[in-house]
């Protein structure tokens, strides 16, 4: 087992479209059946036959009556992934999902702790790692509730493991069921800061300010993006989120008399996290500029290329103009901003180098005369997008206490959408106790400088 492409083929994955009423088409007298456009469905490859348990346990979990495919599409496709490599490394053991054991399991967990993957040449991710092998015991406990199939985990009595958490009528865990999950790291250790020094450059990089930028001149985009990041600790999946008419509904409430207004915008969330964010007014007006000007440009030019019935995304930002015609006007995506910002990352020189397998065509780990994988050092960036919100805690925590606050960690902790106040100081408290007066000082002078960068 040496790399994810080992678990690729066997498997089918097909994502269901929309069919016009035809003459001949079956139709039944309940939708429970139907699977709703832009769901991935998973196939044998060789004979054709659906993955129906999988496919069903997979709509019930992750669609689970949302209407929105922005709500459930990105998680639905993480769990059929996580199906079709079990199902792939069943079928190499010559079994199915119908037919696998809790050994088969055990077997899959260790290997998953061995392999490649073919992306990055690196062993996955232990979070990788749990949510995959979370799906399948959390597949496991919905067929045994669901009368599908007999026990195939052991007995359990506790909490669920981390993963894919089936809500299960009698939430069970067992020893045996937890040793197949990698130990979940410190919250803390999950930090990454972007230094203020390089806060600066990179903004420069990803383009000009919004305020500064000249019609139909650079993009100001992937800055703005970031920059809100910065102002609000704003995943990347709220960001592309929001909606335009929540931005002009909160032009309404600007207050030209109270310069530090906050302001509240709805946005997609990650899991159960609260569906909104503060934003400071002057961040929205930053926004309502890009809305005037940079998208405006955008749409107009997507009209002018594919006429009036032109659907334009509702989103607030958009692709640059220099998309092609089927995504000119339609909304930026999560992958598209974070790969700006890596980009940007590289061009100014903030790497860290890492060991990656040396991978040949097929993707697959080269070894030597030895037998063991070939391992090189590769130049990768040392930030990504999601550090902006790491670092928007130190940022503010600092600027918080020289401004007089004694204790910033509630107002923090509320920005984050934390539930508890102890989630946020158990992930942040030692990146923000080290050399206090210094590092205030310098949050402080970057704050105020900002504009003039």
């Known amino acids: 087992m040496s790399n994810e492409d080992f678990f690729e083929h066997p498997i089918l994955r097909i994502r269901a479209k929309e069919v016009a ?25 060789e004979t054709g036959r659906p993955l129906s348990l999988f ?83 959390g597949f496991y406990e919905w067929t045994f509730e669901k009368g599908y199939l007999p026990r195939v985990l052991p007995p359990r009595s506790g909490k669920l493991p981390a ?7 009698s939430p069970k865990a067992d020893k045996a069921v937890r040793a197949l999950m990698p130990g979940k790291p410190r919250p803390d250790e999950k930090v990454n800061l972007v230094p203020l020094a390089v806060v600066a450059r990179v903004l420069k990089q990803l383009g000009p300010k919004v305020e500064q930028r ?37 032009e309404r409430l600007i207050d030209p008399q109270d310069a530090n207004q906050l302001l509240v915008i709805r946005v997609q969330p990650k899991g159960d996290g609260p ?70 990352i590289l061009e100014i020189g903030h790497t860290t180098l890492e060991s990656r397998a040396v991978l040949d065509e097929f993707g697959k780990p080269q070894v030597n005369r030895s037998g063991h994988i070939i391992w090189n050092e590769v130049e990768v960036a040392a930030n ?10 130190v ?5 918080m206490k020289r401004a007089g606050h004694r204790n910033p960690w509630k107002v923090i902790s509320i920005a984050l959408g934390h539930k508890l106040m102890s989630t946020t100081i158990d992930t942040y408290g030692k990146h923000v106790e080290v050399d206090e007066s210094g590092l205030s000082q310098a949050v402080d002078d970057f704050l105020s400088n900002l504009d003039e960068t």
Not at 84 to 107: I, M, P, Q
Request: proline share 5%.
């Open 395 to 399: 940022m503010t925590y600092h600027a």
């Open 55 to 137: 496919n069903h346990f997979n709509k019930e979990v992750a669609v689970a009556g949302r209407s929105d495919p922005e709500k459930w599409k990105k998680t639905q496709k993480s769990y059929a992934d996580d199906g079709a490599n079990y199902a792939t490394f069943l079928h190499y053991r010559g079994k199915s999902l119908e037919t696998g054991k809790f050994s088969d399991l055990k077997a899959y967990a260790q290997v998953m702790g061995t392999s490649l993957s073919t992306e990055t040449g690196r062993k996955f991710a232990t979070s990788t790692r749990r949510r995959r092998i979370g799906t399948i015991v």
């Open 275 to 344: 569906p909104k964010i503060l934003v400071p007014q002057s961040l929205l007006i930053k926004w309502l500029k890009y809305y005037r000007g940079e998208r405006a440009e955008i749409c107009r030019k997507a009209i002018e290329r594919h006429g009036p019935a032109r659907r334009i995304s509702t989103k607030l930002f958009l692709n640059h103009m220099t998309a092609n015609g089927r995504d000119l006007g339609g909304a930026a995506s999560e992958d598209t901003l974070s790969r700006a910002f890596t980009a940007a």
């Open 214 to 250: 000249v019609p139909h001149g650079p993009p100001s985009r992937d800055r703005l993006v970031a920059e809100s990041a910065l102002a609000t600790s704003a995943r990347l999946v709220s960001l592309v989120s929001i909606d335009v008419l929540d931005v002009l509904n909160a």
């Open 163 to 169: 993963g894919l958490r089936f809500k299960a009528e």
């Open 21 to 45: 009423p035809h003459p001949g088409r079956i139709e039944t007298e309940t939708d429970s059946s139907v699977f709703p456009p832009g769901f991935v469905l998973l196939f044998e490859a």
């Open 384 to 393: 990504t997008f999601h550090d902006l919100r790491h670092t928007y805690v």
